[in-house]
């Protein structure tokens, strides 16, 4: 069965997944590095999102050039940055005891939280290379204690060329399954990260649109933030795999080079 396209609308403003849509394994995709370029060089408000959130937004840019891809840092937003956005929201000013690496420790220092391990508001889990037992019995009490938990992304697994990583949802699975808490979640496919990253480029939903590689993050966050969904099938979703889900993406393209004039 072939994708049903719809027209595309007006579009002014456009969010793109990182991984699977303009890089796979460190390289660039095809088109990747022209489209990135034709947006900055129009002035076209754009963001590169990932659930990643252990770089900060300058070791990405640094990854991506390496990668040939220009992508100035102000263009990217990491589920840390979501979630630092998000804390601040609920309580300026306030503490966090956090698992985690730079890109989440930085976006909260500069959200204007204090990282503490003494009764903090909230009890935020990133991705980390070295999750430690210490940290995650001190997770569990704190939360015990009336921390609000909060996670950055719900991925259990990451890649890496070895094979699979846990991730932050499998350790937050953990403190779950000591506290009997869930996490509130803020990055895809929470639509949240999407309605953050717009209100940082004064976007609308109405005119923007979410490039995604993933029907279970990407696209189905996509449609509840009311964007306009383009499926690329170079990352994880197949013609096949489209057909598994309920929803739909808008449109469906083999790839970024096909948003090229």
Not at 27 to 41: D, K, N, R, S
Not at 158 to 169: C, H, K, N, Q, R
Not at 196 to 204: D, E, L, P, V, Y
Not at 206 to 224: H, L, N
């Amino acid at each position: 069965m072939t994708p049903q396209h719809e027209a595309r609308p007006h579009i002014e403003s456009w969010l793109t997944d990182m991984d699977g849509v303009l890089v796979h394994e460190n390289h660039a995709l095809p088109g990747a590095p022209e489209l990135i370029h034709q947006w900055v060089e129009s002035g076209t408000p754009f963001l590169v999102l990932t659930n990643n959130s252990i770089f900060t937004p300058r070791d990405l840019a640094a990854r991506l050039r390496a990668s040939g891809l220009e992508v100035p840092e102000e263009r990217i937003w990491t589920s840390a940055l979501a979630t630092a956005e998000f804390c601040k929201s609920q309580i300026p000013g306030g503490s966090a005891f956090v698992i985690g690496e730079a890109g989440l420790t930085t976006a909260l220092h500069e959200a204007g939280f204090v990282m503490t391990e003494t009764a903090p508001d909230f009890v935020v889990v990133g991705e980390t290379r070295n999750y430690s037992f210490e940290a995650i019995t001190k997770a569990i009490r704190l939360i015990n204690d009336g921390a609000r938990f909060i996670a950055t992304n719900p991925d259990a697994t990451g890649p890496s060329a070895d094979g699979v990583l846990p991730a932050t949802g499998a350790i937050a699975a953990l403190i779950t399954k000591a506290t009997g808490k869930d996490p509130y979640v803020v990055g895809k496919p929470n639509p949240m990260m999407f309605r953050s990253a717009m209100n940082k480029i004064g976007a609308h939903s109405e005119t923007t649109a979410m490039i995604g590689d993933r029907m279970d993050t990407d696209i189905v966050a996509g449609i509840e933030a009311g964007l306009h969904t383009v499926l690329v099938l170079t990352g994880i979703s197949d013609a096949a795999e489209i057909a598994r889900y309920p929803f739909r993406p808008s449109e469906t393209l083999a790839g970024v080079h096909e948003l090229l004039p």
